[in-house]
């Protein structure tokens, strides 16, 4: 038995474990009381974590798939060198946009991305999709519109705040904010301290609130502008932190001084007084937050709802203080900024879509493939991600993606998307090699984990770093050796902080341009030679590190760090190559959240006016209608799910099935007892069910699990898979983000 420090891959909390592991297994897993942020906390899934490491689906070998559609075994080298002359082949013939790559990391795997996006630059594309263009790009884009930067991304205090106001989240369950079920209670215990939940749900978080709002479905941009106009109506607005921090107020308190109120509210289904009672209380606290997830991200008014959420802390003042709404850093950056009204960002050959920070929408994909014109997406790197599952519209998927020319999966384990693949590539697990999350989203405080592998890599598993190396090699892109840097780089002793190798490096990197999109690569291949314990993939974190320190200095130095301008990024390296339980990266004022704004006044952007726009234009028509009458909120965080990261069913010690929680009256109502099995039918399909009677849903509305509908060796998929319900058309038309939380439905009782 050995004991090792880890983390936990299942959300984006990413708790620091302490484990203990025996041969290739884990014995015991317990939270890590030295990890910076989680600091012990972890959840029951993450218990559970042997399921993830250890199953059938596992991939041990590269696989092709034969002329027969069945998948035969190949080395390394004949998949890499065949996929590198199919890849050129395609560029040459067809340019940069037939190739798209899609995720590069999931939870916790955020290391291998870096390389990954080294082969959608060898292939001069950009076109990048993944998940986040499935919930969050619509906060992205207000982000970036509000303050400047669209990767200008906002945090929660929620710790301190003495009034939370929780929109559409469900952290008890699903976590997002630290050490949630703890953070709940606190708060719960102390009576001077208020919760408010905005949710059609009466959820975990919703039982433990001081104020349950349970709206109807879709109607959060209603109840939000409501209370705006209640704040202003009011004067319960910040007058001195408006005139201080932002413009463009007096263009929003016009629109919402124009905002029917009452109508609003009706239209939410809540009651006026609460709705004022929560306004006031917010607006009044002295510390107070919103935290919001899925919940208005994947339903109607996306975007606006992004931007309303953001205009209730910002005209209250809750912004840039302890106990409030916060920017944070990025040590990595997992997104981008591609402000879509500047000329140089590519639209899309079928939809005329632009990237939101970088990242385009899956909803728009298969028809990006099945267009008919050259400038179709042809060939397709997946790593990290299963969208045929995971995807709005599951038939699309599979009907696309039989037509790429080539499919390369890069997964852990043999998915759905895989079977569809020419070529699947195993990788090694999280726990199989170096690795490190993205999801750093703290404030003040911001922390950092790298994590050292506990296993050997599964049969012939490599870590994506590797893959993409080679894959690189083979096209051409990158030179096989480096003898002149690697040498500097091993010669070099360890006091000299790796500055002998920068400078070498930067000479390199001048003189040979073309290498610039490879440098993590070429420090893998170089620098990553000398590091110590075979850490070779975490050394582009030194170039990061570099960065970060040198754009927050101050507070890269108020964390401990030791070092000047051209040094402390070395040292902020070391201690995160060293600090097996995670290190702080940096602690910064609250005040000085200001500097982080893009805009180059260092205040908030009111006066949005498309937004204006969208909230004069409110849409009142219906979701639901006589033939779906119901609106399935499809993809409920519950006690044992985990998007599709487990396979293994036997994960599960609850809630097999996954099963439709329904309203004891609306199932009366369609006689379906408890336990029976029913058919759910949207306009785009209908899959089975296993009905389960819950007081906790609104009349009106039902809830299926998101992670299941997966297959499990040679089984058929198992629970409900949920995108065959969802179709690729019902999303919101500016950001493609799906309603997944807002699918017309109808159930009926399976005759037994
Ligand atoms: N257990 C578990 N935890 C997870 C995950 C998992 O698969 N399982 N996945 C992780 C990932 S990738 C993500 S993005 C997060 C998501 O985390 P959350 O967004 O917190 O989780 P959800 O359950 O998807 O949805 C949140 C809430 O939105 C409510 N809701 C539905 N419709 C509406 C509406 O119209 N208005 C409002 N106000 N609320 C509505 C639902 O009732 C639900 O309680 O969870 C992460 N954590
Ligand atoms: N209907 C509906 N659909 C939804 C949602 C919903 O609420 N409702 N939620 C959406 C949301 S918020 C999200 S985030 C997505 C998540 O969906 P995806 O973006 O597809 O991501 P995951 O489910 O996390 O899938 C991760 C994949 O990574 C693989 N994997 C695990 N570890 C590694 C590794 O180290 N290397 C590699 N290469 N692969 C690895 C796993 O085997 C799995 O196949 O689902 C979305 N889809
Ligand atoms: S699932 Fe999330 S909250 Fe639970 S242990 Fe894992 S990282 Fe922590
Ligand atoms: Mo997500």
């Known amino acids: 038995m050995s004991a090792h420090k880890t983390a936990c891959i299942l959300c984006s909390r990413n708790c620091g474990l302490d484990v203990e592991t025996s041969g290739r297994r884990f014995v015991r897993i317990h939270g890590d009381k030295e990890h910076p942020v989680s600091k012990g906390y972890m959840c029951q899934k993450g218990a559970r974590l042997g399921y993830y490491q250890d199953n059938a689906d596992r991939l041990t070998h590269p696989l092709k798939r034969m002329p027969d559609g069945q998948f035969a075994q190949v080395s390394w080298d004949e998949a890499l060198r065949d996929i590198a002359t199919r890849l050129l082949a395609i560029r040459e013939r067809h340019g940069g946009r037939a190739f798209a790559f899609y995720g590069g990391g999931g939870q916790g795997n955020h290391l291998g991305g870096a390389y990954g996006r080294q082969l959608q630059k060898a292939m001069r594309s950009r076109y990048l999709y993944n998940s986040l263009a499935q919930e969050k790009t619509g906060d992205f884009w207000a982000n970036g519109r509000i303050f400047g930067r669209q990767t200008c991304h906002t945090t929660e205090d929620i710790e301190h705040a003495d009034f939370a106001l929780v929109i559409g989240a469900n952290p008890w369950q699903a976590h997002g904010i630290p050490n949630a079920r703890d953070t709940l209670r606190d708060i719960k215990k102390d009576p001077a301290r208020t919760l408010v939940v905005i949710d059609p749900r009466r959820t975990e978080t919703a039982k433990d609130a001081d104020i349950h709002l349970q709206l109807r479905p879709g109607t959060d941009a209603y109840l939000m502008a409501a209370m705006l106009s209640v704040i202003v109506r009011e004067g319960l607005h910040d007058k001195a932190f408006l005139a201080q921090h932002t413009n463009g107020f007096a263009a929003l308190e016009r629109a919402l001084l124009a905002v029917p109120v009452e109508e609003y509210v009706r239209r939410a289904d809540v009651s006026l007084e609460d709705v004022q009672r929560v306004a006031r209380g917010f607006a009044k606290a002295e510390r107070a937050c919103v935290r919001v997830d899925l919940g208005i991200q994947q339903s109607p008014n996306t975007t606006l709802n992004g931007y309303l959420e ?36 590519w639209r899309t050959a079928r939809h005329g879509m632009h990237a939101i920070s970088g990242i385009y929408p899956p909803n728009i994909l298969p028809d990006e493939i099945e267009h008919t014109g050259e400038d179709r997406v ?70 950092f984990q790298l ?72 420090l893998y291949r170089t620098l990553g030679a000398a590091l110590p314990d075979g850490a070779g993939t975490a050394a582009f974190l030194l170039p990061l ?27 902020l390296f070391r201690a995160i190559l060293n600090q097996r339980s995670g290190a702080v990266l940096s602690r910064h004022e609250y005040d000085e959240v ?30 639901t209608s006589p033939a779906f009458p119901l609106v399935l909120m499809a993809g409920e965080r519950r006690t044992y799910n985990a998007n599709a990261i487990f396979r293994d069913p036997a994960w599960r010690k609850q809630d097999k099935d996954g099963a439709l929680r329904i309203h004891p009256e609306d199932a009366q109502a369609l006689e379906l007892e408890d336990g029976v099995r029913a058919r759910v039918t949207s306009a785009r399909g209908a899959i089975e069910v296993t009905v389960q009677r819950d007081e906790s849903v609104r009349r009106g509305m039902v809830t299926l699990p998101h992670g299941h509908g997966m297959r499990y060796g040679d089984s058929e998929p198992l629970g409900p898979a949920l995108n065959q319900l969802t179709s690729s058309e019902h999303c919101e038309p500016f950001t493609r983000t799906p309603y997944h939380k807002h699918v017309p439905v109808r159930v009926e009782a399976l005759a037994s």
Not at 326 to 343: A, C, M, Q, S, Y
Not at 395 to 413: G, M, N, W
Not at 608 to 621: G, K, S
């Open 310 to 345: 953001k205009m209730l802390f910002l005209v209250t003042g809750q912004f840039g203080k302890r106990g409030g709404n916060n920017l944070h850093t990025f040590l990595l950056p997992v997104i981008g900024d591609t402000d879509e009204r500047k000329p140089q960002y």
């Open 378 to 447: 042809r060939a397709m790197f997946v790593d990290s991600a299963n969208p045929a599952v995971t995807a709005a519209d599951s038939q699309a998927y599979a009907r696309a993606f039989r037509k790429l020319e080539l499919l390369v999966v890069v997964d852990v384990a043999f998915t759905e998307t895989a079977r569809l693949a020419h070529y699947v590539l195993p990788a090694a697990s999280q726990f199989e090699k170096w690795e490190c999350t993205g999801f750093n989203l703290e404030f003040p405080q911001n922390a």
């Open 451 to 522: 994590r050292a592998p506990l296993f050997e890599p599964l049969g012939e598993c490599l870590p994506e770093p590797e893959i993409y190396t080679r894959l690189l090699e083979h096209m051409g892109e990158l030179p096989k050796s480096f003898p002149v840097l690697r040498a500097v780089a091993e010669r070099e002793p360890a006091a000299a902080l790796h500055l002998g190798y920068l400078a070498a490096l930067a000479t390199t990197l001048a003189a040979r341009p073309k290498l610039r999109p490879y440098a993590a690569s070429l």
């Open 545 to 571: 590190a570099m960065g970060y320190a040198h754009q927050h200095y101050t507070a890269v130095k108020r964390a401990g760090y030791k070092g000047n301008r051209a040094t402390l990024g070395v040292h």
């Open 594 to 623: 200001w500097s982080l704004l893009g805009h180059a006044d260092q205040r908030a952007q009111l006066e949005v006016p498309e937004m204006l726009q969208a909230l004069r234009e409110l849409d009142t028509t219906e979701s």
